[in-house]
């Protein structure tokens, strides 16, 4: 991970489905850090259906 960047591994959960990704975050102003990627493909999985979490 480059310079002022960090990576997270975070894992998420719906149901029975549990499913890791990483975050990777980049330091900002004030010393905070901002999400700056997601790896989005791992989760696909969790918004398909409709599940509890879906909306009309």
Known sequence: VPEGRRSFNVELQRGPLVRTTTFTTVQGP????????VALEPLTDLCVGGGPAARP
């Not at 004030?30 to 990627?37: C, T």
């Open 30 to 37: 004030a010393a905070r850090y901002y999400v700056e990627q």
